[in-house]
């Protein structure tokens, strides 16, 4: 059946563009029906794309393809064609991104809401107890961070039945792919261009994408704000990481910053030609990767608050590791982390800011009369909540009831990220049962309304091999901010990434194997 998020337009609209080609041209409805010798060739030139762009990632069967760059590369896992998203909702998306921005920055300065929302939490979560006694040490000194900086992704599914926009959840650690899914607009957006005849797609109804450039952007300026020119911007990594491309896309972009057309255009407008150099300033800001290990074995505190690793003094702590269990392997790891969080380096996230993005503070911040705290303008939280989907805590007995009866309708989640930790289906039941009869262990989840999107056609290419599959989507939309002790400097919506998975399973998340980066198409 033809979903009206198919990824090709509506017959109708088809039909009218039609016209405007050629006669003989057939346009696709389905990509599912496309001509067999026309998706040889999408594929074919899709994979030379991602090969000569740098849409890539390191091939998991290779066995230095996670810490040596250049070695074992295999193309992104992508969709062939971009997903039809309503426009409509798109707007919704991208208006509350920094709505969201401004939430997360207030709940940060209240320490109390923290330590209070999580204090049952920590006793069940070893994990989570971690980052709070790192807080809470920080609270007993009474830490300022002036200069803050935030590099979010609020995800979203579109509820096929109500057609709400409903936030899955929003990520202020590692929000990674910004690298890349600029390159998947520019793939489809090659792709409809080349391919106009055949398939009646209309390029320019793919949303301009420049995630990489403006999260690069507001590292530079945090960069800035700091005010030592010598120093870095460090990425925190994990010893091996496959999706080391997407990280060095933004450190490439840090580094050399070149403008564009309508930037070139705008800047000769309002400056005189003999400035023109300045509209090729380029960041030039050094980046350097060091793992939690490394950061605790060569790095140190000066007595101003400085931290220097490797000699470097260190300017922005930029976190592409640390938010799983898994990248603390020893109490080494913990060190590393206490040490930049005294440090007077931004951090991003800082401790707080991680802790404003867990599922649990999600679940708190979705119940009555709680946005008020943090938000004044009434028309701002009734544009967050109309986002939220049902969160409950597991000491909600009716939720949990009805979990227990209708497990298919919720989703149990524990405080992780990265993908691969929550819980579906009958196994809700299963666990939840379990939990009642140990009576303990509960604190550790949320539980959340199961959203249902809408089925559509695509297809997947992994491997260089397209796939014909039942999909469903996950809107992420990016957000920027950045304030010091006076002002906001940044806050804004800073491009998307677009994720779509095969109907049947659970999980979203590309580098763990189950979804692939996708661009949208505004219908
Ligand atoms: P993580 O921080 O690990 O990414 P998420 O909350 O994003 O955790 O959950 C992982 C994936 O599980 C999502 O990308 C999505 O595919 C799926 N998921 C999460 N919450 C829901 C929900 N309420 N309804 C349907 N699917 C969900
Ligand atoms: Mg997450
Ligand atoms: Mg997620």
Redesign the pocket.
């Known amino acids: 059946p033809k979903s009206p998020f198919s990824v090709f337009l509506p017959l109708k609209c088809a039909k009218k563009m039609q016209t405007q080609v050629e006669d003989s041209v057939k346009p696709i409805v389905d990509p599912h029906d496309i001509d067999p010798k026309l998706l040889q060739k999408l594929s074919y030139d899709a994979l030379v794309f991602c090969s000569l762009r740098g849409l890539v990632v390191g091939d998991r069967n290779s066995e230095k393809s996670g810490t040596v760059p250049g070695v074992g590369m295999v193309h992104a896992p992508v969709a062939l064609l971009p997903m039809s998203f309503p426009e409509s909702q798109w707007n919704q998306a991208c208006e509350v991104a920094p709505i969201f921005n401004e939430l997360v920055d207030r709940v940060s300065q209240d320490g109390e809401f923290l330590q209070q929302s999580l204090s049952r939490t920590k006793k069940v979560d070893p994990f989570t107890s971690r980052l709070l006694e790192i807080h809470s040490k920080m609270l007993k000194i009474n830490k300022k961070e002036e200069i803050r900086l935030g590099l979010h992704r609020s995800?979203y599914?579109l509820d096929e039945q109500t057609k709400l926009l409903l936030q899955?959840?929003l990520?202020t650690i590692s929000s990674s792919f910004s690298g890349l899914s600029c390159l998947v607009s520019e793939l489809h957006r090659s792709l409809l261009h080349q391919y106009r005849e055949r398939i009646a797609l209309d390029p320019s109804k793919i949303p301009t994408n420049n995630s990489v450039n403006q999260f690069a952007e507001a590292l530079a300026k945090a960069w800035n704000e700091y005010g030592d020119p010598r120093a870095v911007v460090m990425f925190v990594v994990q010893a091996e990481e496959r999706n080391m491309y997407d990280q060095h896309w933004l450190s490439a972009s840090l580094r050399e910053k070149y403008p564009t057309l309508l930037h070139l255009a705008w800047f000769l407008l309002v400056n005189s030609p003999g400035n023109i150099s300045l509209a090729f300033n380029t960041h030039q800001v050094t980046t350097t990767r060091k793992t939690l290990a490394e950061i605790d074995a060569h790095g140190e505190l000066l007595e101003d608050g400085t931290l220097v690793v490797d000699g470097e003094p260190v300017a922005v702590i930029y976190f592409r590791a640390g938010y799983a269990p898994c990248d603390y392997h020893s109490e080494s790891e913990w060190r590393a982390r206490l040490l930049m969080e005294q440090s007077r380096a931004v951090k991003c996230p800082s401790i707080s800011y991680h802790l404003a993005g867990t599922?649990k503070i999600q679940q708190e911040l979705a119940k009555p009369n709680v946005l008020e705290r943090f938000l004044e303008n009434k028309d701002d939280i009734a544009k967050l909540r109309k986002c939220f989907?049902g969160l409950w805590s597991l000491d909600e007995s009716n939720t949990v009831k009805d979990a227990i009866e209708r497990p298919g309708l919720y989703?149990m989640?524990p405080q992780?990220?990265?993908?691969g930790?929550?819980i579906y289906g009958e196994d809700v039941k299963e666990a939840l049962l379990k939990l009642q009869k140990e009576g303990t262990g509960s604190d550790a989840f949320i539980l959340?309304?199961?959203?249902f999107p809408t089925i559509s056609h695509s297809i997947l290419m992994r491997e260089g091999i397209p796939h014909k599959e039942q999909t469903i989507s996950?809107l992420g939309i990016y957000g920027t901010y950045l304030r010091n002790k006076k002002e906001i400097l940044i806050n804004q919506e800073s491009g998307y990434l677009m994720r779509t998975?095969v109907s049947s399973s659970?999980?979203?998340?590309v580098a763990a194997g189950f979804a692939v980066l996708d661009s949208i198409y505004l219908v």
């Open positions: 995800d599914m899955i959840e990520n599922k989907a989703v989640k992780r990220e990265g993908g930790n929550n959340m309304q199961r959203i996950e998975k659970n999980e979203g998340g």
